[in-house]
């Protein structure tokens, strides 16, 4: 009873605005289903390498990069309004032109130009979380978005399985209708606020004297770029659930489309069970620094295992493991991002944390696949279990850090 009463407290408090931008991220997400899929669709339909595979979705990567830090900057100087309506409305089209490109070449670049776009979404939509959200609230406000994130990622993987099974274009087609209803929504619902929000602090403005930012650039921020380096090192081997791991279901455990479909959906469905539960008992019990080493070392654990053994009961137990760390890492990397900015640059902090996730797709997968060619899957995921290691003592010591230097707010 006390632990119900504790999971039901996780949404108190939560704004209106936020529920929205989840609802939002919901419907952006559930239509996402094509890039868990991207590599069996260029391997299984247009007869790809595997090494090839890697190369285009390294380019995927390169455009998320690209778009990660035109979004910090177009946030900051336009607002994460506008920001976020153009990204929805300009890259749910380019879906519906993926299936006339069948070359190499081809692929890659209509797969970089989605993400170029799409990613310039993510700082704006994280500029929008701390913006609307109280300071108490701001952990467990990325954590709902994030809840809604793999909802989706739990609804998208296994329609999507069973479309591609019937046709890789229903992949496409429903991408564009559901990134373009996000699109829509989001503009019916914050219009109106957002021009009321705008109001609201010019009429402050008048009256209080904005306090000067101690960190005027991300880019010249030292400790900052070390916690965003082993950001991008966890991403680089926790994202290969994204493109490596179905490509290994695929090739070495021998599972269709459906069954992949249905082993990633249950990874999102775990995550919306328990992740508000998680996050409160962490903020409650566990330092940040604390609360992400313990969510690295589980990551580590679910690539490991899957280098010794890939029964069906294992990849359970390792997507189990995967699913609760990522639950302790990810909302609390976006948390420290947000208080170590302040004002008019948070787009700009914000863009440094995409970027740091987004190096991950264009190194994930054109080494990923490599190291699998050459060495073999079991190779692959103990070292990323090593990696994974590494990258949450790298990211205790840095937020320790971080967290001291801002001893004045009121953060664990």
């Given at each position: 009873?006390?632990?119900?009463?504790?999971?039901?407290?996780?949404?108190?408090?939560?704004?209106?605005?936020?529920?929205?931008?989840?609802?939002?991220?919901?419907?952006?997400?559930?239509?996402?289903?094509?890039?868990?899929f991207?590599?069996?669709?260029?391997?299984?339909?247009?007869?790809?390498?595997?090494?090839?595979?890697?190369?285009?979705?390294?380019f995927y990567?390169?455009?998320?990069?690209?778009?990660?830090?035109?979004?910090?900057?177009?946030?900051?100087?336009?607002?994460e309004?506008?920001?976020?309506?153009?990204?929805?409305?300009?890259?749910?089209?380019?879906?519906?032109?993926?299936?006339?490109?069948?070359?190499?070449?081809?692929?890659?670049?209509?797969?970089?130009?989605q993400?170029?776009?799409?990613?310039?979404?993510?700082?704006?939509?994280?500029?929008?979380?701390?913006?609307?959200?109280?300071?108490?609230?701001?952990?467990?406000?990325?954590?709902?978005?994030?809840?809604?994130?793999?909802?989706?990622?739990?609804?998208?993987?296994?329609?999507?399985?069973?479309?591609?099974?019937?046709?890789?274009?229903?992949?496409?087609?429903?991408?564009?209708?559901?990134?373009?209803?996000?699109?829509?929504?989001?503009?019916?619902?914050?219009?109106k606020?957002?021009?009321?929000?705008?109001?609201?602090?010019?009429?402050?403005?008048?009256?209080?004297?904005?306090?000067?930012?101690?960190?005027?650039?991300?880019?010249?921020?030292?400790?900052?770029?070390?916690?965003?380096?082993?950001?991008?090192?966890?991403?680089?081997?926790?994202?290969?659930?994204?493109n490596?791991?179905?490509?290994?279901?695929?090739?070495?455990?021998?599972?269709?489309?459906?069954?992949?479909?249905?082993?990633?959906?249950?990874s999102?469905?775990l995550?919306?069970?328990?992740?508000?539960?998680?996050?409160?008992?962490?903020?409650?019990?566990?330092?940040?620094?604390?609360?992400?080493?313990?969510?690295?070392?589980?990551?580590?654990?679910?690539?490991?295992?899957?280098?010794?053994?890939?029964?069906?009961?294992?990849?359970?137990?390792?997507?189990?493991?995967?699913?609760?760390?990522?639950?302790?890492?990810?909302?609390?990397?976006?948390?420290?991002?947000?208080?170590?900015?302040?004002?008019?640059?948070?787009?700009?902090?914000?863009?440094?944390?995409?970027?740091?996730?987004?190096?991950?797709?264009?190194?994930?997968?054109?080494?990923?696949?490599?190291?699998?060619?050459?060495?073999g899957?079991?190779?692959?995921?103990?070292?990323?279990?090593?990696?994974?290691?590494?990258?949450?003592?790298?990211?205790?010591?840095?937020?320790?850090?971080?967290?001291?230097?801002?001893?004045?707010?009121?953060?664990?």
């Amino acid at each position: 009873m006390k632990i119900f009463k504790i999971y039901v407290d996780s949404f108190k408090g939560l704004s209106a605005e936020s529920w929205m931008l989840s609802i939002v991220m919901l419907i952006n997400r559930s239509g996402s289903m094509v890039l868990p899929f991207l590599g069996v669709y260029m391997t299984a339909k247009l007869g790809f390498t595997i090494e090839q595979t890697g190369l285009v979705l390294s380019f995927y990567g390169i455009g998320s990069v690209i778009g990660s830090f035109m979004g910090g900057y177009l946030t900051d100087k336009f607002g994460e309004y506008k920001v976020q309506s153009l990204s929805l409305f300009i890259s749910a089209p380019i879906f519906l032109l993926i299936p006339f490109f069948s070359t190499v070449a081809g692929m890659a670049f209509i797969i970089f130009l989605q993400s170029s776009i799409s990613e310039v979404f993510r700082p704006a939509n994280s500029v929008a979380i701390t913006k609307y959200a109280k300071p108490e609230n701001l952990t467990r406000a990325f954590s709902l978005n994030r809840m809604a994130v793999n909802l989706g990622f739990s609804i998208g993987p296994a329609l999507g399985g069973i479309l591609s099974a019937i046709s890789y274009n229903f992949l496409f087609v429903v991408n564009f209708v559901a990134i373009l209803a996000a699109g829509i929504m989001y503009v019916r619902f914050f219009k109106k606020r957002n021009k009321l929000y705008r109001n609201r602090i010019a009429d402050v403005a008048e009256v209080i004297t904005p306090t000067k930012n101690v960190y005027k650039s991300p880019y010249l921020d030292v400790p900052f770029l070390v916690f965003s380096l082993f950001c991008a090192i966890f991403a680089i081997c926790f994202f290969q659930i994204i493109n490596t791991l179905p490509l290994f279901f695929k090739d070495v455990v021998a599972l269709d489309q459906i069954a992949i479909g249905y082993i990633l959906g249950y990874s999102g469905f775990l995550i919306v069970l328990i992740e508000m539960l998680l996050v409160n008992l962490s903020e409650k019990y566990l330092s940040i620094a604390s609360t992400l080493l313990i969510g690295s070392v589980f990551c580590a654990i679910g690539y490991a295992v899957l280098g010794f053994d890939y029964a069906l009961l294992t990849i359970i137990f390792s997507m189990t493991f995967m699913s609760i760390g990522e639950i302790l890492v990810l909302p609390f990397m976006s948390t420290v991002t947000a208080i170590r900015s302040e004002g008019a640059n948070r787009g700009a902090y914000m863009g440094v944390n995409g970027i740091a996730f987004s190096l991950s797709f264009i190194i994930t997968p054109f080494l990923g696949t490599r190291i699998a060619s050459h060495f073999g899957f079991d190779t692959l995921w103990i070292y990323t279990g090593l990696f994974l290691i590494l990258a949450g003592f790298g990211l205790f010591y840095t937020t320790k850090l971080i967290i001291k230097q801002r001893s004045n707010t009121e953060f664990k």
